[in-house]
T-cell receptor
Framework: NAGVMQNPRHLVRRRGQEARLRCSPMKGHSHVYWYRQLPEEGLKFMVYLQKENIIDESGMPKERFSAEFPKEGPSILRIQQVVRGDSAAYFC???????????FGPGTRLTVT | GESVGLHLPTLSVQEGDNSIINCAYSNSASDYFIWYKQESGKGPQFIIDIRSNMDKRQGQRVTVLLNKTVKHLSLQIAATQPGDSAVYFCAERNQAGTALIFGKGTTLSVSS
């Protein structure tokens, strides 16, 4: 049973470009969470989605960031017009339902130059 | 407000010793807690969880203790091994029940 998959593992973007991060949850999991981790810090919650629905986006910056989890395909975290402060590791987690243990993917490390 | 923190940023132990990693939380209404292990360059790995109706839960070589009176959580690792070297995070469920709130982490270093 494959774990949570994220791609790309590393992404380099120049300021002003768009970044698209993908997450495929574990088989049988319909709940997806996105977190951001800055160096030497803990993970910060960004958004919680179920299929085709955003349940909680209280941790998402109001501008430039968006997330989706379509009926088919992976969850996407999209960052428009990236700035240097967006450089971080972005982790996706999935769970089978509610807030039981969340299983994390390996993360996407975004570097904005 | 909601916040989770750890008492010590680093902990160094000898192989074979028992390790205790501590965490304090501020939300007395929190009902679910998880410990994660994160190795360099990897995502957090689930270790053990505990619900607020329990004081103690044991796994393989790990024990989590919950003291709701002082809002304190600890992770005990028995017979610590070099492979246990990592950053350990405690996390609590947020008030909405929709996400986890992570502390800053304790770096455990195990020397042979």
């Amino acid at each position: 049973n494959a774990g949570v998959m994220q791609n790309p593992r590393h992404l380099v973007r120049r300021r002003g470009q768009e970044a698209r991060l993908r997450c495929s949850p574990m088989k049988g999991h319909s709940h997806v969470y996105w977190y951001r981790q800055l160096p030497e810090e803990g993970l910060k919650f960004m958004v919680y989605l179920q299929k085709e629905n955003i349940i909680d986006e209280s941790g998402m910056p109001k501008e430039r960031f968006s997330a989706e989890f379509p009926k088919e395909g992976p969850s996407i975290l999209r960052i428009q017009q990236v700035v240097r402060g967006d450089s971080a590791a972005y982790f996706c987690a999935s769970s089978p339902g509610g807030l039981r243990e969340q299983y994390f993917g390996p993360g996407t490390r975004l570097t904005v130059t | 407000g909601e916040s989770v923190g750890l008492h010590l940023p680093t902990l160094s132990v000898q192989e074979g010793d028992n390790s205790i990693i501590n965490c304090a939380y501020s939300n007395s209404a929190s009902d679910y807690f998880i410990w994660y292990k994160q190795e360099s360059g990897k995502g957090p790995q689930f270790i053990i969880d505990i619900r607020s109706n329990m004081d103690k839960r044991q796994g393989q070589r790990v024990t989590v203790l919950l003291n709701k009176t002082v809002k304190h959580l600890s992770l005990q690792i028995a017979a610590t091994q070099p492979g246990d070297s990592a950053v350990y995070f405690c996390a609590e469920r947020n008030q909405a029940g929709t996400a986890l709130i992570f502390g800053k982490g304790t770096t455990l270093s195990v020397s042979s």
